[in-house]
């Protein structure tokens, strides 16, 4: 029997976990497989001692695209947003930190996964858009971990055009940490950091960090869910996922 191929690539060196997004045939989309691999990686990495840092990277030029449209247009529409809640809070919880290297593009739920990181280094290849409102729907459980850390102006102009901007953009309103020529370089000194630090300090520190986050979670989580699989099972956003997925223009878009 040929043995699955992981879309979730898991390396450990130097005390730092790597879990590299890649699953191309769908730009890393958020399928329930993929959310699995990635949750049971960052389980792992928690639980080993010898780990100070986790890193969330990706193959190719797509760091995510957000939910997998294939699995969103199915029977059930609370899967996929639960299935993402859950992800973005194991990210919150992992007591070590956790950083995302992005040189690539993301859109909509992917933006969730930079959210729940503790901090993200975005290179120049790096574009982002809350694409969403094009398809009838709104960045609802994503806003979990991101609305505590954006600038509000720039959260209602950017949910409400599905615009997209670069990686300086995305710094100054709070999505990433820092804009970097070189993403790789620059993450590097930010684990080099980490590897100064005593693991009691880092998910002490990390707790602090993410007080408004996890607060976030705890009010909001149960709604945030309903929401969103009423707007995934709803007939506009069924149409909207439909002519996206055939590659055509949305019936509001035409």
């Known amino acids: 029997m040929t043995r699955e191929v992981p879309f979730v690539r898991v390396a450990t ?17 958020l399928s329930s497989r993929l959310m699995a691999e990635l949750t049971r990686g960052l389980a792992e990495a928690a639980a080993d001692p010898a780990v100070r840092a986790v890193v ?26 639960r299935g993402l809640v859950d992800l973005q809070r194991a990210i ?9 290297l992005v040189n690539g593009h993301v859109r909509a739920g992917g933006l969730g996964l930079l959210g729940a990181a503790d901090l993200v280094v975005a290179g120049p290849l790096s574009t982002f858009a ?47 940490t820092e804009a970097a020529d070189d993403p790789s ?26 007080v408004e986050v996890v607060a976030s979670f705890e009010r909001d989580a149960d709604e945030r869910v309903d929401r ?23 019936p509001w878009a035409e």
């Not at 060196?13 to 989309?29: F, K, M, Q």
């Open 185 to 210: 370089a620059a993450a590097q000194v930010l684990l080099d950091a980490f590897r100064l630090c005593s693991p009691q300090g880092l998910a002490e520190s990390k707790r602090l960090a993410n």
């Open 130 to 176: 809350f694409t969403e409102v094009r398809l009838g729907l709104a960045p609802a459980v994503i806003s979990l971990p991101l609305r505590p850390k954006l600038d509000p102006r720039a959260a209602s102009r950017y949910y409400l055009t599905g615009e997209t901007f670069d990686a300086a953009e995305a710094a100054r309103i709070g999505l990433v």
């Open 228 to 250: 969103s699989a009423r707007l995934f099972g709803s007939a506009e956003a069924q149409q909207g996922m439909r002519a996206f997925l055939e590659r055509r223009p949305a």
């Open 13 to 29: 060196t130097d005390a730092v976990t790597t879990l590299e997004l890649d699953s191309p045939h769908n730009r890393n989309a």
């Open 92 to 100: 919150v919880d992992c007591p070590k930190p956790v950083l995302a």
């Open 56 to 81: 969330l990277g990706h193959t190719g030029k797509v760091f995510c695209a957000g939910a997998d449209l294939t699995e969103a247009t199915g029977a059930d529409p609370t899967v996929g947003p």
